[in-house]
């Protein structure tokens, strides 16, 4: 850890935080919620170490990056456009992306506007989806913590109950299950989970007290307009393929795959309709936070992957 170096960019009116260790092609990491830069901790030292420029920034309004303006103005579109700054900035033409969750989307979303600058692209636990009003899954329950979460101020008052180590800390134990995180209608979602519960054990109290001092600096405001309450947002472009080599790792008992038919979509090979050249890996054990959770095989997948394309 000591190796990655920290520094911040001027992008587009904010100062954003990015993290870096190594030489050679680029890969840039972009983390999904309730994570941060530092969830790559584990794949920035090993793809640096097998000869890559890993490169791991907090979105606008998360960790260490500043808050827009207006966060609930924030869009997806804003984050595929902070990253194209981003790469002319630091004069990387052709990048290698790995995307987690929600960050996953930001990924496919960059290479379907600027195909030009992707060299192969992966993601963890999320699949390439359509997007827009139409594409939202109609059959969940109404207490599913996106739907919860979508909702102005609900989030925020839940959320308020409690101290933001208690909130990332009850988040990161939700999300490690294999259901999707439900409340009843005399519940918040906060309240689904017992104070008495532990950590997962591959989480320490150091990555949790990590995690929670970035969210105090940050708050939610921007997590919660991005993904949440942007989510309906469209791609904006026409071909809805994706060009480029893909690799989709995700863990057989992650609780997304029961999101919107995913397991059916990925498995029956649906998800290569839109994305042609499409390499599908399954971790039997993992949960939504496989690249902490099973590091060393994640890493494996990983630098095979980034290699066999990098130096195509």
């Known amino acids: 850890m000591e190796k990655i170096q920290h520094s911040f960019l ?22 999904g919620f309730p994570e941060i830069w530092y969830s790559w901790r584990h794949q920035m030292t090993a793809v640096a170490s097998a000869g890559f420029r890993a490169i791991a920034p907090d979105f606008r309004g998360y960790g260490l990056s500043e808050q827009p303006s207006q966060p609930e103005k924030t869009t997806f579109r804003d984050l595929v456009d902070d990253l194209l700054v ?8 052709k990048v290698l992306l790995v995307g987690k969750d929600f960050g996953a989307r930001v ?6 506007v600027h195909p030009e600058r992707v060299v ?20 969940l329950p109404k207490g599913f913590y996106m739907l919860r979460w979508q909702e102005p101020r609900r989030a925020e008052k839940d959320f308020g109950r409690f101290d933001v180590k208690t909130v990332v800390k009850n988040i990161y134990i939700l999300f490690s299950g294999s259901e999707l995180p439900t409340a009843t209608d005399d519940q918040e979602i906060m309240d689904l989970v017992d104070e008495s519960t ?9 990555d949790l007290q ?14 919660l307009q991005v993904p949440y309450r942007g989510w309906l947002e469209e791609y904006g472009v026409d071909d809805v393929k994706v060009k480029v080599p893909g690799l989709l790792i995700i863990g057989e008992k992650d609780y997304a795959l029961k999101f919107g038919g ?35 095989e994640v890493n494996n997948l990983l630098i095979t992957f980034l290699s066999k394309h990098a130096h195509a």
Request: glycine share 8%.
């Open 10 to 31: 001027d992008i587009r009116g904010l100062k954003l935080h990015v993290a870096e260790i190594g030489t050679g092609p680029a890969v840039v990491f972009l983390h």
């Open 262 to 296: 995913f397991e059916d979509y990925i498995k029956s090979g649906t998800v290569k309709n839109y994305v042609p050249d499409l390499e599908i890996r399954f971790l039997p054990q993992g949960t939504h936070f496989v690249q902490e959770q099973y590091p060393d």
């Open 210 to 223: 990590m995690y929670a001092s970035l969210y105090e600096k940050s708050g939610f405001r921007t997590a």
């Open 120 to 139: 192969a692209l992966a993601t963890l636990g999320v699949p390439f989806i359509l997007t827009g009003p139409d594409a939202f899954p109609t059959d």
């Open 86 to 93: 981003m790469l002319d900035t630091l004069h990387i033409q």
């Open 198 to 206: 532990p950590l997962p054990t591959w989480f320490t109290e150091e």
């Open 107 to 112: 990924v496919y979303h960059f290479a379907l």
